[in-house]
């Protein structure tokens, strides 16, 4: 019976006769085969009989080759390995030609490597951030499921474009320049495919909220685009979205939520992804060397996620990060690219990363931030001026949450939307939620690419999905 490298490398049981299927990552004197198929970042060692194989065999083991492996296991003597295949039967199942295969065994650049996103997961460290993306979407449902969430699975294809939460892509039937028109020229969507314009979702809110209106606590994890033309190292236009929505939370309670669920995924991660782990916090270390003293983080990968899990988030004030951000030394030798003058401004990238990293230098909280700069559902403060609204900050990351209270008073809302400008006909039925039994709610979306690449310690968002979608770059 074929058995995963991961399970052999395991085994103690010696002289046992095993078979395996694989990659070969590298062949070396004639002799010794790392094979990985994938089920751990670590190869088993298979030890060819060079002298009695036919040398045209011995050719054609080129590194990315898929091979059939049959042999007996044994101690190895070799360093860093416990267990190798002597093997007695070997057979090329899919030919590699060296001259050709793109993913030699050095160093490659992302770079190189986004452009062959096909091959770049036969790599060690793309094995690994995929298998760590894998396990952490897991401990997302875990988690929910486990505390008497619902899991919701909300539209792709949104009727309503008043979500506010950034630009959408349009979905259409029309061709390109035969759309018809209306008399004033415009495009008469009512002969569109859905008779209205649609467009792709930019969060699953506005529907879960329906539904924690019913069931209590949902959460929808699900695909989400924006059409932002922004080319940052934290935006895709395709990305998945976790949002929890619970009935009867205020925004304490919903801090608690995030910083809770936050925790106990990482937790899980770091239970049950060692080897990974320990990989990616060697491949970071390293990463970090080349960069310049005052840059370098003075943790390690795997001691950052301890210490998010280990530590409470700091809870601050809008009010409060406003003024230590105004007499920040940063800001008052205009280092900031966005100088912050007064109460009111929207944090950038900059400023969310200060506040973690050099002032609190823990994952922070921040809440109560300006209604003007934040969507028309969430609930406004006695004050008049703030809502209950939270984002939860990231060391490296800046904002990994964005989150609230909901408005469930029918009038303020109202009000709000008018001032806004949000057509009340487009979501009559959101305003039903609090015409009929309305109450106090609270939920957050969290981007899971941010959350892998804080766990992954990836630069790059591009670098832990595996297609990822971004201005002009939709290839495979
Ligand atoms: P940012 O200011 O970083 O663009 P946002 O304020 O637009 O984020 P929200 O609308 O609150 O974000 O979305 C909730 C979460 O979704 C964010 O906290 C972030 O983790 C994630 N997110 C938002 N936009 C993107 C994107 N383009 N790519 C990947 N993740 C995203
Ligand atoms: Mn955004």
């Given at each position: 019976?074929?058995r995963?490298?991961?399970?052999?490398?395991?085994?103690?049981?010696?002289q046992q006769?095993?078979?395996?299927?694989?990659?070969?990552?590298?062949?070396?004197?004639n002799?010794?085969?790392?094979?990985?198929?994938?089920?751990?970042?670590?190869?088993?060692q298979?030890?060819?009989d060079?002298?009695?194989?036919?040398?045209?065999?011995?050719?054609?083991?080129?590194?990315?080759a898929?091979?059939?492996?049959?042999g007996v296991?044994?101690?190895?003597?070799?360093?860093?390995?416990?267990?190798?295949?002597?093997?007695?039967?070997?057979?090329i199942?899919?030919?590699?030609n060296?001259?050709?295969?793109?993913?030699?065994?050095k160093?490659?650049?992302?770079?190189?490597?986004?452009?062959n996103?096909?091959?770049?997961?036969?790599?060690?460290?793309?094995?690994?951030?995929?298998?760590?993306?894998?396990?952490?979407?897991?401990?997302?449902?875990?988690?929910f499921?486990?505390?008497?969430?619902?899991?919701?699975?909300?539209?792709?294809?949104t009727?309503?474009?008043?979500?506010?939460?950034?630009?959408m892509?349009?979905?259409?039937?029309?061709?390109?320049?035969k759309?018809?028109q209306?008399?004033?020229?415009?495009?008469?969507?009512?002969?569109?495919?859905?008779?209205?314009?649609?467009?792709?979702t930019?969060?699953?809110?506005?529907?879960?909220?329906?539904?924690?209106?019913?069931?209590?606590?949902?959460?929808?994890f699900?695909?989400?685009f924006?059409a932002?033309n922004?080319?940052?190292?934290r935006?895709?236009?395709?990305?998945?979205?976790?949002?929890?929505?619970?009935?009867?939370?205020?925004?304490?309670?919903?801090?608690?939520?995030?910083e809770?669920?936050i925790?106990?995924?990482?937790?899980?991660?770091?239970?049950?992804?060692?080897d990974?782990?320990a990989?990616l916090?060697?491949?970071?270390?390293?990463?970090?060397?080349?960069?310049p003293?005052?840059?370098?983080s003075?943790m390690?990968?795997?001691?950052?996620?301890?210490?998010?899990?280990?530590?409470?988030?700091?809870?601050?004030s809008?009010?409060?990060a406003?003024?230590i951000?105004?007499?920040?030394?940063?800001?008052?030798k205009?280092?900031?690219?966005y100088?912050?003058?007064?109460?009111?401004?929207?944090?950038?990238?900059?400023?969310?990363?200060?506040?973690?990293?050099?002032?609190?230098?823990?994952?922070?909280?921040?809440?109560?931030?300006?209604?003007?700069?934040?969507?028309?559902y969430?609930?406004?403060?006695e004050?008049?001026?703030?809502v209950?609204?939270m984002?939860v900050?990231?060391?490296g990351?800046?904002?990994?949450v964005?989150?609230?209270q909901?408005?469930e008073?029918?009038?303020?809302?109202?009000?709000?939307?008018?001032a806004?400008?949000?057509?009340?006909?487009?979501?009559?039925?959101?305003?039903?939620?609090r015409k009929f039994?309305?109450a106090?709610?609270s939920?957050?979306?969290?981007?899971?690419?941010?959350?892998?690449?804080?766990?992954?310690?990836?630069g790059?968002?591009?670098?832990v999905?595996p297609?990822?979608?971004t201005?002009?770059?939709?290839?495979?």
């Amino acid at each position: 019976m074929r058995r995963s490298v991961k399970e052999l490398l395991q085994s103690k049981n010696y002289q046992q006769e095993v078979a395996v299927k694989g990659w070969v990552r590298t062949f070396r004197s004639n002799r010794f085969i790392a094979l990985n198929d994938g089920s751990t970042i670590n190869s088993i060692q298979c030890v060819v009989d060079f002298e009695n194989t036919d040398e045209t065999l011995l050719k054609r083991i080129n590194t990315g080759a898929a091979v059939s492996v049959k042999g007996v296991l044994a101690e190895s003597l070799g360093r860093g390995q416990s267990v190798e295949i002597k093997v007695t039967d070997l057979e090329i199942l899919g030919d590699s030609n060296p001259d050709e295969y793109p993913i030699q065994p050095k160093k490659h650049s992302f770079e190189f490597l986004r452009e062959n996103a096909h091959l770049r997961i036969r790599t060690n460290t793309f094995g690994a951030v995929m298998r760590v993306r894998s396990t952490l979407s897991f401990a997302v449902h875990k988690y929910f499921q486990e505390n008497g969430f619902n899991y919701v699975n909300t539209p792709i294809i949104t009727g309503s474009d008043a979500e506010g939460a950034g630009e959408m892509f349009h979905v259409t039937n029309f061709e390109a320049n035969k759309a018809p028109q209306t008399e004033n020229g415009e495009v008469d969507y009512t002969q569109d495919f859905f008779g209205k314009e649609t467009n792709l979702t930019v969060s699953g809110q506005l529907e879960a909220e329906t539904y924690a209106m019913a069931l209590g606590k949902v959460y929808t994890f699900g695909p989400t685009f924006r059409a932002e033309n922004s080319n940052t190292t934290r935006h895709l236009a395709e990305f998945w979205m976790i949002e929890p929505e619970v009935a009867f939370n205020d925004l304490d309670a919903n801090m608690d939520l995030s910083e809770d669920f936050i925790k106990s995924v990482i937790s899980y991660v770091l239970e049950h992804c060692k080897d990974d782990l320990a990989f990616l916090d060697q491949r970071l270390t390293q990463e970090e060397k080349s960069k310049p003293q005052a840059q370098r983080s003075d943790m390690s990968l795997l001691e950052k996620l301890q210490f998010v899990v280990e530590n409470n988030f700091k809870r601050v004030s809008y009010t409060e990060a406003i003024d230590i951000l105004r007499n920040c030394k940063p800001n008052k030798k205009k280092k900031f690219q966005y100088i912050i003058n007064e109460w009111g401004a929207d944090l950038q990238s900059e400023h969310e990363r200060f506040l973690v990293e050099k002032h609190f230098k823990c994952p922070v909280i921040l809440f109560d931030y300006p209604a003007t700069i934040k969507a028309f559902y969430m609930r406004l403060n006695e004050d008049g001026k703030t809502v209950r609204a939270m984002d939860v900050l990231f060391p490296g990351i800046g904002e990994i949450v964005g989150g609230s209270q909901r408005e469930e008073r029918l009038d303020v809302l109202q009000e709000k939307m008018i001032a806004l400008g949000i057509d009340e006909k487009e979501l009559w039925w959101y305003l039903d939620t609090r015409k009929f039994g309305t109450a106090v709610h609270s939920g957050f979306g969290l981007g899971f690419e941010r959350l892998v690449q804080f766990t992954t310690g990836m630069g790059n968002i591009r670098d832990v999905i595996p297609f990822p979608r971004t201005p002009q770059n939709a290839e495979f």
